[in-house]
């Protein structure tokens, strides 16, 4: 059972949750993380009774009255159907008798957390176990490609996922999912959208600091491409409101804005050229302390000299498998048709 569309309980531990978690689960553990250490190392030294009495003496009396009011409470606000833990053991049986005593039945998900993750690696192991017809959107930095993944109901918006606009510069203000919540909700969004076409935007493996999955990416670049094209001053516009803007306008300090992104443009000094990283970097600065400054001369500069480079070798490498190539609006009616079958 990979896809859950419905609320699901975790009941591990916080740390556990945080690490990886079923899409749709919330987390009411019957062990918190200190007192789930002490059963394991209970457990260890003296077997499975022992840490099954220690677990339960942890949760007694008022203590326990809470948890299983709050899981009942959740369960009926919204119709769960199924509790989980590691493996679908202990915790999850003990949950399941103590919901008993209150006449309340509940299910519990076979195999646990282990074996849903074990089922999302085997789906990305073999591309051969990917379905749907998969269209990918290309373009260079700046075209418009999220906003036209955006405006697809068949699409699936993995920088929307990762929580990062996907290069050097896409770090956005709330934290990235771990590794593995990132494999989860995007194997979520695909199994939601498998049968039929699935939109998605041209990304690297890599994105922030999560990647995506198994032969992911290699599924991407093995389907049919539409490429999305727009002058430079397009180009540049759309990134001025996207990157400088909008940020500035939902309340990011220029200060702090021009910093991350200076530590962004370090990291490409090498690739840049001494030259270029200065004369951005000088560029930048001028821009955000208003000292005469363009941002539209320092975004220029960074895409002639880094990201259409860049993808000027991606895009060679890929150029057979374009089914379409137009302007923004000329792409977004040919998906809408598309998106429409």
Same mark, same amino acid.
């Given at each position: ?9 975790? /009941? ?20 918190n ?8 190392t209970?457990?260890?030294k ?7 009495? /220690?677990?339960? %003496? ?8 809470r ?23 202990l915790?999850?049986?003990?949950a ?6 209150k ?5 519990? $998900?076979?195999?646990?957390y282990?074996?849903?993750?074990k089922? #999302? ?18 373009g ?6 999220? +906003? $036209? #993944? @955006?405006?697809l109901?068949?699409?699936?918006? #993995? ?11 896409? %770090? ?29 935007e ?6 922030g ?5 198994? @032969? ?5 670049? %093995?389907?049919?491409?539409?490429? /999305?094209?727009?002058n430079?001053e ?18 990011m300090?220029r200060?702090? +804005?021009l910093? +991350? ?5 370090n ?13 951005? @970097? ?14 539209? $001369?320092?975004?220029?500069?960074l ?6 480079r ?14 379409? %190539? ?5 792409c @977004?009616d ?8």
């Amino acid at each position: 059972m990979l896809l859950m569309n419905n609320r699901i309980i975790d /009941v591990r531990s916080e740390l556990e949750f945080e690490k990886g978690t079923i899409p749709n689960s919330f987390n009411i553990p019957i062990l918190n993380d200190d007192e789930y250490k002490l059963v394991g190392t209970d457990y260890k030294k003296h077997g499975q009774d022992s840490a099954i009495r /220690v677990g339960e %003496s942890l949760v007694t009396g008022e203590k326990k009255e809470r948890l299983v009011d709050d899981w009942i409470r959740a369960i009926k606000k919204y119709n769960i159907e199924y509790i989980f833990c590691k493996r679908g053991g202990l915790r999850s049986k003990t949950a399941k008798r103590w919901l008993k005593e209150k006449d309340l039945d509940i299910k519990i $998900l076979e195999g646990g957390y282990k074996l849903y993750r074990k089922r #999302i690696v085997h789906l990305h192991e073999d591309i051969n176990n990917y379905n749907g017809n998969w269209i990918i959107v290309a373009g260079y930095t700046g075209s418009g490609k999220t +906003l $036209l #993944i @955006k405006e697809l109901d068949s699409s699936i918006d #993995i920088e929307s996922l990762a929580k990062h606009r996907g290069s050097t510069f896409g %770090s956005l203000r709330e934290s990235q999912p771990t590794q593995q919540n990132f494999e989860n909700i995007l194997t979520q969004s695909y199994l939601e959208k498998c049968n039929g076409n699935i939109f998605l935007e041209a990304e690297s493996r890599n994105i922030g600091r999560v990647t995506l999955p198994g @032969k992911f990416y290699d599924k991407m670049r %093995s389907s049919k491409y539409i490429f /999305v094209e727009a002058n430079i001053e397009t180009r540049v516009n759309n990134i001025v409101e996207e990157y400088v803007l909008m940020p500035l306008q939902n309340g990011m300090q220029r200060d702090n +804005l021009l910093i +991350l992104y200076q530590a962004a443009l370090n990291k490409i000094n090498r690739r840049l050229g001494g030259n270029n990283y200065l004369t951005i @970097k000088d560029q930048m600065n001028k821009a955000f302390n208003v000292q005469g400054g363009s941002h539209e $001369l320092w975004i220029k500069l960074l895409l002639k000299n880094y990201y259409d480079r860049l993808y000027k070798h991606k895009l060679d490498e890929i150029s057979n498998q374009i089914i379409f %190539s137009s302007d923004w609006s000329a792409c @977004k009616d040919y998906l809408k048709d598309m998106d429409a079958t």
